[in-house]
Nanobody, 112 residues
Framework: QVQLWESGGGLVQSGGSLRLSCEAS????????MSWYRQVLGKERELVAT???????NYPDSVKGRFAMSRDNDKKTVYLQLTNLKPEDTAVYYC??????WGRGTQVTVSS
């Protein structure tokens, strides 16, 4: 079955960086678009990055220039490099594959 495991979250100061990872299993990873979302308690999940099977990525304006998504098809892993982090980036970050498959999330907390 499809499984997604996120890791790499933590506590970082404003302006700092983190790299999140999402390891996948149970499907042909290289064939799928993958995404990262984030969610603040009480709010809807927000799309922050998407990457195509060919490695083309897209971002909303809120994170463009600060976040970078990449993938390693051999390792069946996607990454999200977070830079110049702001307190408003604090959220649980989730990995997503089309068809309704979510990981459990990893917490990112940015202190001011």
């Amino acid at each position: 079955q499809v499984q997604l495991w996120e890791s790499g979250g933590g506590l970082v100061q404003s302006g700092g960086s983190l790299r999140l990872s999402c390891e996948a299993s149970g499907f042909t990873f290289s064939s799928y678009t993958m995404s990262w979302y984030r969610q603040v308690l009480g709010k809807e999940r927000e799309l922050v990055a998407t990457i195509s099977p060919a490695g083309n990525s897209n971002y909303p304006d809120s994170v463009k220039g600060r976040f970078a998504m990449s993938r390693d098809n051999d390792k069946k892993t996607v990454y999200l490099q977070l830079t110049n982090l702001k307190p408003e980036d604090t959220a649980v970050y989730y990995c997503y594959r089309s068809g309704g498959f979510w990981g459990r999330g990893t917490q990112v907390t940015v202190s001011s």
